[in-house]
């Protein structure tokens, strides 16, 4: 570890820190329906389509019919991007040439960019066309996003709102929410991106000559107009199949400082949204204080191993840092940090070989997936995802002070407790049967191509990575055949949706509770006892996951040692 890469890290921490206030108060904005400097400008579009689609804004809808409103526009969006990569052959911007793909891929790549997941079975410049990529894909990179900033708002609404039978209206968020949010600040980043040498083009590719005087093709597109919303809508599907490691899509140490930021920006801005939407905005502060926490522990083990190297390699008096599957021009402190804020969040995009990390630089991007993509977290789903939590702590607190608990002015009853645990139960019951059924089944063991502990660990990953819609992936899993195409598929559906509904009952449920006051005996939820407490039943509900993953490894390499392969 050197004094520079800690500078990095922790002028990365203080940037973020400074613009959580702005782009929560931006939020705040767009949460309460208020006019910013954009409406000027944008506000005719906005009135437009509400015409055209004949959607009042002021309608309010109570949390089942905003869910089912939801669902159906997810649902149709799954089902136009299927439509568009299984007739991509004869669909026009396919400058290469592209066959349509296969229905298990399509149906696994559609649930994936719906679900806000992006996990890639295939390599994006070799497999889409143009057309894929920006009607088929992107739309669903600023879509998926929206719908979780605007689940998260009915959330927040649910713990403001004093007896309402609402939780505001699907449409309006989702339309303010692109129209003001997500499309301006992509398009001032895929400005930038372009400055830096990201291309932006429909054209399919380039011949240039190579210093050795050799004919090289190399694969152009859309890609800066792609990468900025792959970022700040925490999707992470890579126009390229190296992701943020190729150099078209990340071509200095500046565009990777800003992936990093985008990547956390909107989500730490949740934060700060929360605190004012309920009128406290030490609340806010309590929570991002708690992420915080967690993110710069998995930042320094993660920096600390790969700093440290390969201890097989120093076995054989091989020296120095692990650089395996690392790009140079970033280094070990940029891509163990990236590494770690594309996990903590729900992106996904890499700049670095997950697969070549150490053994515990590599546990840490799992653990943070397996605490269910809550520090920090992807757009909207981290915030509501961490408040899930939020209700078990004051659940816990409420049985050591011997009172019903409440939280930000609301009584924590047994209905939000038991939605909660359902909801949290999804990624530790899913994860782990998934990955147990491909690990006992033929067609399972045929994807991960090491054997013993590592590809255990590669099967256990990628549906860790399914249904924590994050996308990343120990690279060493065939993933694209019929049966880890649609058992990922399935896995991404459960890990969104099953999630979601059992929020907002719980954003319902709250909404019509009249306001309590906090009084001498609450216990206060805005000081480092409460902060502590949040990451302490994070970690131990995270645990149930990771603790049997943990105890698997060792099973694994014992049934590899006795029978040379896994099961």
């Given at each position: 570890m050197t004094i520079q890469g800690w500078g990095l890290i922790l002028v990365f921490v203080g940037i973020l820190l400074a613009l959580a206030k702005p782009m929560g108060l931006w939020l705040f904005a767009l949460f309460e329906g208020r006019k910013t400097p954009l409406h000027a400008v944008l506000g005719p579009i906005e009135r437009g389509f509400y015409r055209l689609s004949g959607i009042d804004p002021s309608e309010e809808q109570g949390w089942r019919r905003y869910a089912v409103h939801m669902l159906i526009f997810n649902v149709a969006l799954l089902l136009f991007t299927y439509a568009i990569l299984r007739l991509q052959g004869v669909l026009p911007l396919n400058p290469l040439g592209y066959a349509g793909t296969s229905e298990h891929l399509a149906f696994n790549t559609a649930i994936s960019f719906t679900s806000n997941t992006n996990w890639q079975s295939y390599g994006g410049e070799s497999t889409m066309s143009n057309l894929s990529q920006m009607l088929g894909l992107t739309i669903h990179n600023f879509l998926s996003a929206a719908t979780g900033i605007a689940l998260a708002f009915a959330l927040f609404r649910g713990f403001a709102r004093r007896e309402s039978k609402t939780v505001g209206n699907f449409w309006a968020d989702i339309t303010r929410i692109t129209l003001y949010l997500l499309l301006p600040v992509c398009f001032v980043i895929a400005l930038f991106y372009i400055a830096s040498g990201v291309p932006q083009t429909l054209a399919g590719s380039i011949d240039v000559s190579t210093l050795e005087g050799a004919k090289q093709t190399l694969a152009l597109g859309p890609v800066a107009s792609q990468?900025?919303?792959?970022?700040?809508?925490?999707?992470?599907?890579?126009?390229?199949?190296?992701?943020?490691?190729?150099?078209?899509?990340?071509?200095?140490?500046?565009?990777?400082?800003?992936?990093?930021?985008?990547?956390?920006?909107?989500?730490?801005?949740?934060?700060?949204t929360f605190g004012k939407a309920v009128g406290n905005v030490r609340q806010g502060w309590a929570i991002l204080a708690a992420m915080m926490f967690l993110f710069l522990l998995g930042t320094a083990v993660t920096y600390w191993q790969e700093a440290a190297g390969n201890p097989v390699l120093h076995n054989l008096g091989i020296a120095g840092a692990n650089m395996e599957g690392k790009e140079v021009r970033f280094g070990i402190a940029a891509s163990a940090l990236f590494s770690v804020v594309t996990t903590a969040a729900s992106c996904g995009a890499v700049n670095a070989m997950l697969d070549s990390f150490t053994a515990i630089g590599g546990m840490i991007p799992l653990f943070n997936m397996q605490l269910g993509e809550v520090v920090i977290g992807g757009v909207g789903a981290g915030i509501y995802g961490f408040?899930?939590?939020?209700?078990?702590?004051?659940?816990?607190?409420?049985l050591m002070v011997g009172r019903t608990p409440e939280y930000v002015g609301k009584k924590i009853e047994s209905r939000e407790v038991k939605l909660a645990v359902l909801a949290i139960a999804v990624l530790p019951l899913i994860i782990l049967g998934f990955a147990a059924i491909a690990s006992v089944l033929e067609v399972g063991l045929a994807g991960p191509l090491n054997k013993g502990p590592h590809g255990f660990s590669e099967i256990l990953y990628a549906f860790t990575s399914a249904v924590a819609n994050n996308g990343s992936a120990f690279a060493g899993v065939t993933a694209n055949t019929p049966f880890y195409n649609g058992m990922l598929g399935v896995a991404m559906w459960i890990g969104r949706f099953f999630i979601i509904i059992p929020m907002l009952a719980i954003a319902g449920g709250l909404a019509a509770k009249k306001y309590t006051p906090e009084t001498a005996g609450s216990f206060p939820t805005t000081g480092p006892l409460?902060?502590?407490?949040?990451?302490?039943?994070?970690?131990?509900?995270?645990?149930?996951?990771?603790?049997?993953?943990?105890?698997?490894?060792?099973?694994?390499?014992?049934?590899?040692?006795?029978?040379?392969?896994?099961?």
């Amino acid at each position: 570890m050197t004094i520079q890469g800690w500078g990095l890290i922790l002028v990365f921490v203080g940037i973020l820190l400074a613009l959580a206030k702005p782009m929560g108060l931006w939020l705040f904005a767009l949460f309460e329906g208020r006019k910013t400097p954009l409406h000027a400008v944008l506000g005719p579009i906005e009135r437009g389509f509400y015409r055209l689609s004949g959607i009042d804004p002021s309608e309010e809808q109570g949390w089942r019919r905003y869910a089912v409103h939801m669902l159906i526009f997810n649902v149709a969006l799954l089902l136009f991007t299927y439509a568009i990569l299984r007739l991509q052959g004869v669909l026009p911007l396919n400058p290469l040439g592209y066959a349509g793909t296969s229905e298990h891929l399509a149906f696994n790549t559609a649930i994936s960019f719906t679900s806000n997941t992006n996990w890639q079975s295939y390599g994006g410049e070799s497999t889409m066309s143009n057309l894929s990529q920006m009607l088929g894909l992107t739309i669903h990179n600023f879509l998926s996003a929206a719908t979780g900033i605007a689940l998260a708002f009915a959330l927040f609404r649910g713990f403001a709102r004093r007896e309402s039978k609402t939780v505001g209206n699907f449409w309006a968020d989702i339309t303010r929410i692109t129209l003001y949010l997500l499309l301006p600040v992509c398009f001032v980043i895929a400005l930038f991106y372009i400055a830096s040498g990201v291309p932006q083009t429909l054209a399919g590719s380039i011949d240039v000559s190579t210093l050795e005087g050799a004919k090289q093709t190399l694969a152009l597109g859309p890609v800066a107009s792609q990468e900025a919303i792959k970022m700040l809508g925490t999707n992470g599907g890579g126009f390229f199949n190296a992701n943020s490691a190729h150099p078209f899509e990340n071509p200095t140490g500046l565009t990777n400082f800003v992936q990093m930021l985008s990547i956390f920006l909107i989500g730490v801005g949740l934060t700060y949204t929360f605190g004012k939407a309920v009128g406290n905005v030490r609340q806010g502060w309590a929570i991002l204080a708690a992420m915080m926490f967690l993110f710069l522990l998995g930042t320094a083990v993660t920096y600390w191993q790969e700093a440290a190297g390969n201890p097989v390699l120093h076995n054989l008096g091989i020296a120095g840092a692990n650089m395996e599957g690392k790009e140079v021009r970033f280094g070990i402190a940029a891509s163990a940090l990236f590494s770690v804020v594309t996990t903590a969040a729900s992106c996904g995009a890499v700049n670095a070989m997950l697969d070549s990390f150490t053994a515990i630089g590599g546990m840490i991007p799992l653990f943070n997936m397996q605490l269910g993509e809550v520090v920090i977290g992807g757009v909207g789903a981290g915030i509501y995802g961490f408040l899930l939590f939020a209700i078990l702590a004051v659940f816990v607190a409420g049985l050591m002070v011997g009172r019903t608990p409440e939280y930000v002015g609301k009584k924590i009853e047994s209905r939000e407790v038991k939605l909660a645990v359902l909801a949290i139960a999804v990624l530790p019951l899913i994860i782990l049967g998934f990955a147990a059924i491909a690990s006992v089944l033929e067609v399972g063991l045929a994807g991960p191509l090491n054997k013993g502990p590592h590809g255990f660990s590669e099967i256990l990953y990628a549906f860790t990575s399914a249904v924590a819609n994050n996308g990343s992936a120990f690279a060493g899993v065939t993933a694209n055949t019929p049966f880890y195409n649609g058992m990922l598929g399935v896995a991404m559906w459960i890990g969104r949706f099953f999630i979601i509904i059992p929020m907002l009952a719980i954003a319902g449920g709250l909404a019509a509770k009249k306001y309590t006051p906090e009084t001498a005996g609450s216990f206060p939820t805005t000081g480092p006892l409460w902060t502590g407490l949040l990451v302490g039943i994070v970690l131990i509900v995270g645990g149930l996951t990771f603790l049997p993953s943990l105890a698997l490894g060792p099973i694994a390499d014992h049934l590899a040692m006795t029978n040379g392969q896994l099961f």
